[in-house]
Every structure is written in structure tokens, then in C-alpha cells.
């Protein structure tokens, strides 16, 4: 079976970090991507990680450790609009499983 | 825009009714996927489809089946239709399946069963 994990809620201010954690255990891994998705809108894809090591995007970076079934999507220099759900997704053997989402409120 | 269409946006129906969901993937794209989204459950994968055949299932209920057509579109019909199948379904697509193929995600088709 596959159980990912992640935090529910987090509340930042506009321009701090927030790093939303995510714990998985799978039958097999393929790869881990990070979506978010606005409320009533379709998820958008911010990053993959299939090897260990921080990938980084503009404001966004991802952590993977494959030993430890981690990894943690890291948003810097806030803004309102990045408030959001984000999804943490593990792919196994072409099937895509998310995880609950954590839904950020970033404060003024 | 993803480039991913789906249609209709909204659809109301009745118990018992069977409904069809359509999906046009992004130029090019051969994979499609199937996602159920309700408020308890999360986004749920339900079945991939790659240039016209099944590639992988998940929890997709007996009543719930789809196709991809030879023009890459694909259809999600339900039938039988219950409360608990009120949600949200997006369908994405993605050039080939599996590894780093980013699934683009459309608009959704939220079906009110009533």
C-alpha cells in the first residue's frame, strides 16, 4: 500500500520561508513530485525529484532522501497568492499516489 | 491553461444515473489519467491510459469505467451513480508514462449527485 504523509495546515507572513514536509512509505518509488493547487482549480506541477539531493526552481526548491522516505518542498520570500494546497505525490510503477496536501495561509 | 479541456464543467444528476466525462489531452500528449477528488478522500488516481490501451488502475469502482479513443481523447463513464460519487475529476495528460512525464491537469468536471 502506499501512505504518504503530510502536515494539514501551515500559516507564514509575506516574505519568510516555509518548508512542508513529506514522509512516504510505498511498495516502490519512482519519483516524488510536489503540485499545488488553488482552491476549485487544477493542480499545477512544481517540482520532481527522483535522485537524492535539493533541486531548486526560482522560490521553490525540493529535498529527496530515498533512505529515509523524506522529502520537503521549500517556498521562499512568500506571497499572498502562494497561498494554496501543495501535493505531495509519489509515482509507483506508473500509478500516482498524493498525499492529503497542505494547505498554506501566507499572512500579510 | 494547461491545454488539457475537459467537459462539461458541471454536471448535476440523480442517483441511479450513468453520466459521461470527456477528456481532450494536450497536443502531442499520449498518456491520460483519470483523478477523483472529494472533500474526505484527496486526490485519488483511478486508471492511466497511454495511446489507446490501459496502462494502470487504481481505485476505480466497478461502475466507473473509460476509454481513450484513436484520437487520444478519452471518456469516464459512471453509472449507478451514489452520493459519495460527488466530487471533482480531473483528467491529465502527460507525452509518455511513467518517470519525470509531468501530468498537466485540466479544469475538472465537478459532478453534484443528487
Known amino acids: 500500500g502506499q501512505n504518504i504523509d503530510q502536515p494539514t495546515e501551515m500559516t507564514a507572513t509575506e516574505g519568510a520561508i516555509v518548508q512542508i514536509n513529506c514522509t512516504y512509505q510505498?511498495?516502490?518509488?519512482?519519483?516524488l513530485f510536489w503540485y499545488q493547487q488553488h482552491a476549485g482549480e487544477a493542480p499545477t506541477f512544481l517540482s520532481y525529484?527522483?535522485?537524492?539531493g535539493l533541486e531548486e526552481k526560482g522560490r521553490f526548491s525540493s529535498f529527496l532522501s530515498r533512505s529515509k522516505g523524506y522529502s520537503y518542498l521549500l517556498l521562499k520570500e512568500l506571497q499572498m497568492k502562494d497561498s494554496a494546497s501543495y501535493l505531495c505525490?509519489?509515482?509507483?510503477?506508473?500509478?500516482?499516489?498524493f498525499g492529503a496536501g497542505t494547505t498554506v495561509t501566507v499572512r500579510a | 491553461d494547461s491545454g488539457v479541456t475537459q467537459t462539461p464543467k458541471h454536471l448535476i444528476t440523480a442517483t441511479g444515473q450513468r453520466v459521461t466525462l470527456r477528456c481532450s489531452p494536450r497536443?502531442?500528449?499520449?498518456?491520460v489519467y483519470w483523478y477523483q477528488q472529494s472533500l474526505d478522500q484527496g486526490l485519488q488516481f483511478l486508471i492511466q491510459?497511454?495511446?489507446?490501451?490501459?496502462?494502470a488502475k487504481g481505485n476505480i469502482l466497478e461502475r466507473f469505467s473509460a476509454q481513450q479513443f484513436p484520437d487520444l481523447h478519452s471518456e469516464l463513464n459512471l453509472s449507478s451513480l451514489e452520493l459519495g460519487d460527488s466530487a471533482l475529476y480531473f483528467c491529465?495528460?502527460?507525452?509518455?508514462?511513467?518517470?519525470?512525464?509531468?501530468?498537466?491537469f485540466g479544469p475538472g468536471t465537478r459532478l453534484t449527485v443528487l
Open positions: 510505498t511498495s516502490g518509488f519512482n519519483g
Open positions: 491510459y497511454y495511446n489507446g490501451e490501459e496502462r
Open positions: 525529484n527522483v535522485l537524492d
Open positions: 505525490a509519489v509515482l509507483n510503477d506508473y500509478k500516482l499516489s
Open positions: 497536443s502531442g500528449d499520449l498518456s
Open positions: 491529465a495528460s502527460s507525452l509518455a508514462s511513467g518517470g519525470n512525464n509531468e501530468q498537466f
